[in-house]
């Protein structure tokens, strides 16, 4: 059974800071890659970042260089960490992984508002 519990987010104004986490909890297999996906009001999901298991990191360009996305595999908890926010950034951002085998799990979700 695997279960991602996203936090942090919130409400904060437009050039403020928040960091999400997740949370994996999984026994019995490895993950591959953990990500981060957000969806905006009547908009499709889209991706933010992703990190492969070796610490390679991939970037939506609308983020890079503000968001940095880690994750420490002792705790199968992946984070990102979002500088300079934009009100375009506000979204439900949604937490994903892939384990080795290629089966992908979802997170419920984590409002992230930023007012102007």
């Known amino acids: 059974q695997v279960q991602l519990v996203e936090s942090g987010g919130d409400l904060v104004q437009a050039g403020g800071s928040l960091r999400l986490s997740c949370l994996a909890s999984?026994?019995?297999?490895?993950?591959?890659?953990m990500g981060w996906y957000r969806q905006a009001p009547g908009k499709q999901r889209k991706l933010v970042a992703t990190?492969?298991?070796?610490?390679?990191?991939n970037y939506a360009d609308s983020v890079k260089g503000r968001f940095t996305i880690s994750r420490d595999n002792a705790k199968n908890t992946v984070y990102l960490q979002m500088n300079s926010l934009e009100p375009e950034d506000t979204a439900v951002y949604y937490c994903?992984?892939?384990?080795?085998?290629?089966?992908?799990?979802w997170g419920q979700g984590t409002l992230v508002t930023v007012s102007s």
């Open positions: 990190i492969g298991s070796g610490g390679v990191a």
């Open positions: 994903n992984i892939e384990l080795f085998g290629g089966r992908l799990y």
């Open positions: 999984i026994t019995g297999f490895s993950i591959n890659v």
